[in-house]
């Protein structure tokens, strides 16, 4: 058993002062006043301890790239990496490419469930793609952008009894009775680099769609006669990832978001191979990318992911949004864990739940994984 105390402990929703949290055998035994226990306490300092971040779109970090390297390997390493900002769980993240790269990642996927389940880091994977739209491809290739056959539905299906997954899609791609077979096999689907309009895509919301991914990039604006996506996304209860590097997004729509969906936004760094190194250049979906005014951009410009972690991001939340520390360790943890269905173990210090704590010093938004 071992006991834990910092000036806060952020339990989900609040912070709370003068608190122990006690942890047996994996799991969150108590917390408890400090005056009321009696055992040893290891008194972290004037940081907070939070449950441990969940990033759902991690392409790769140390030095490594999902898409590149698909295999077990990589995922340790982005593991290994992740811990030194935080993040406890993540879903590793494969954009548009082969088909057989697809299967190859869900193969890997099921390879490490098989060895660990979903306590060590990867709590399943994140399909950005290859079912997305040619218009709002980003940096994604056109060349292995598909349409969605039921063939190939059912082969992404047959590993959703191994692992949870998460795919991004064009909804304006698929028929609606594909995205009810999808919703009705526990797949947790994201509306993302998609043209659709307004009505489309609240169609897809009506039918089981839970989520966007990265707001803003890479979907229909938000226009006088066409709200697009965006705008089906702010006029429902959507929940919507963000990625919060002061690049991908201007901070004036960070705070707007959070208005508008105090309880369904979520952090996510899109984080590529160079972060957590020095790296300076890299290969991404075929194309060489480069670090540039912390930026990972082609020879044109175009965004391929983010040098970013999830304090970092928090961080920015805090000092460049000004959004509260609650709100900004919520987006963290507390709101990924639900969207992926897993807040009744992950993402708050409560009785029960699984104890992936973090402790951030509050000076400098380090971590350090308890």
Same mark, same amino acid.
């Given at each position: 058993m071992k006991a834990f105390a910092a000036k806060y402990i952020f339990d989900g929703k609040k912070l709370l002062e003068s608190q122990v949290v006690v942890i047996e055998?994996?799991?969150?035994?108590? %917390?408890?006043?400090?005056?009321?226990?009696? $055992?040893?306490?290891?008194?972290?300092?004037?940081?907070?301890? @939070?449950?441990? =971040?969940?990033?759902?779109?991690?392409?790769?970090?140390?030095g490594v790239l999902f898409n590149e390297? %698909?295999?077990?390997n990589t995922l340790e &390493?982005?593991?290994?990496?992740?811990?030194? =900002?935080?993040?406890? #769980?993540?879903?590793?993240?494969?954009?548009?490419?082969?088909?057989?790269?697809?299967?190859?990642?869900?193969?890997?996927?099921?390879?490490?469930?098989?060895?660990?389940?979903? /306590? *060590?880091?990867?709590? $399943?994977?994140?399909? +950005?793609?290859?079912?997305?739209?040619?218009?709002? *491809?980003?940096? !994604?290739?056109?060349?292995f952008i598909i349409k969605p056959t039921n063939e190939l539905l059912e082969q992404i299906i047959s590993y959703r009894k191994y692992f949870p997954i998460k795919m991004t899609i064009a909804i304006e791609k698929f028929g609606l009775e594909q995205i009810k077979y999808l919703v009705d096999n526990g797949v947790v689907?994201?509306?993302? !680099? /998609?043209?659709?309009?307004?009505? @489309?895509? +609240?169609?897809?919301?009506?039918? $089981?769609?839970?989520?966007?991914? !990265?707001?803003?990039?890479?979907?229909?604006?938000?226009?006088?006669?066409n709200p697009g996506v965006i705008g089906a996304v702010l006029s429902s209860n959507l929940y919507t990832g963000v990625i919060v590097d002061m690049l991908h997004v201007d901070s004036s729509n960070i705070k707007l978001l959070q208005k508008l969906k105090p309880s369904q936004v979520y952090l996510v760094t899109d984080a590529v191979a160079p972060t957590g190194t020095d790296i300076t250049e890299f290969k991404f979906a075929g194309k060489q990318l480069y670090i540039k005014d912390g930026k990972c951009i082609d020879k044109d410009g &175009?965004?391929? #992911?983010?040098?970013?972690?999830?304090? !970092?991001?928090?961080?920015?939340?805090?000092? *460049?949004c000004s959004l509260s520390l609650e709100e900004s360790l919520a987006m963290a943890s507390t709101i990924p864990a639900r969207v992926m269905g897993m807040d009744k173990l992950l993402g708050k210090i409560k009785i029960g739940y699984r104890a992936d704590l973090v402790y951030m010093d509050l000076a400098d938004f380090e971590c350090e994984v308890l």
């Open positions: 055998n994996g799991l969150i035994k108590d %917390i408890i006043d400090k005056s009321k226990f009696s $055992g040893f306490v290891k008194h972290l300092g004037d940081g907070v301890i @939070t449950p441990g =971040f969940i990033d759902l779109q991690l392409n790769g970090c140390g390297q %698909i295999s077990t &390493v982005m593991r290994n990496t992740w811990l030194k =900002f935080g993040t406890t #769980g993540f879903l590793p993240t494969l954009i548009t490419s082969d088909f057989k790269d697809v299967i190859s990642a869900l193969n890997v996927t099921k390879e490490w469930f098989d060895k660990f389940g979903d /306590s *060590n880091g990867v709590l $399943g994977i994140h399909l +950005e793609g290859p079912f997305i739209s040619e218009v709002k *491809n980003g940096i !994604h290739p056109k060349s689907l994201s509306i993302g !680099h /998609s043209n659709a309009d307004y009505n @489309t895509a +609240e169609i897809a919301i009506k039918m $089981g769609v839970t989520t966007s991914t !990265h707001m803003f990039n890479a979907m229909s604006g938000l226009t006088g006669r &175009v965004l391929g #992911g983010a040098i970013l972690t999830m304090n !970092h991001a928090i961080r920015n939340c805090v000092e *460049n």
